[in-house]
């Protein structure tokens, strides 16, 4: 097993997009994210990282195969959804990193690559000179009839 990261930015990403929208799919599909989108709308939402200036996807791969990626962006990049909480007089959006995803197939978690990627993104954010890094995350109960179910004795 070779795994590798590969910081990409802008058109760099492309040869990468349909093996990201694929991977995106099937590690959304589970528990917490439950997410049932399109390879067509994935390939979209990446060319928004094709696009942006100073965006950021790190990109994981065991030999050829892409088996995870995180993204970053500028906060002023992003949607108007992604900004609002920023836009309150004691942030400056921008100065602020958007950590969007990180995708992992669950195989290659608990090897240190969810560190990686931070580490990568927050150098990224010191190279823009950027302050600020902030991400969303997907809480769902532990009851979540989705959710993993516990098993009988």
Do not use: W
Not at 70 to 85: D, F, H, W
């Amino acid at each position: 097993m070779s795994l590798t990261l590969t910081p990409v930015r802008g058109p760099e990403l492309q040869p990468f997009v349909a093996d990201l929208a694929r991977l995106r799919l099937k590690v959304f599909h589970d528990f917490p994210y439950l997410y049932a989108g399109s390879a067509s709308y994935e390939e979209r939402y990446l060319q928004t990282y094709l696009d942006a200036p100073g965006s950021l996807v790190v990109v994981a791969c065991d030999g050829a195969e892409v088996v995870g990626a995180s993204t970053a962006l500028p906060l002023v990049q992003e949607t108007t959804e992604i900004q609002a909480p920023f836009l309150a007089p004691e942030f400056d959006p921008g100065d602020v990193l958007y950590l969007g995803e990180s995708v992992l197939l669950p195989e290659y978690r608990g090897r240190g690559l969810g560190h990686a990627f931070f580490d990568h993104r927050e150098a990224h954010a010191r190279d823009l000179g950027l302050g600020v890094t902030t991400f969303c995350a997907v809480q769902r109960p532990g009851n979540h009839p989705g959710g993993p179910q516990p098993t009988g004795r």
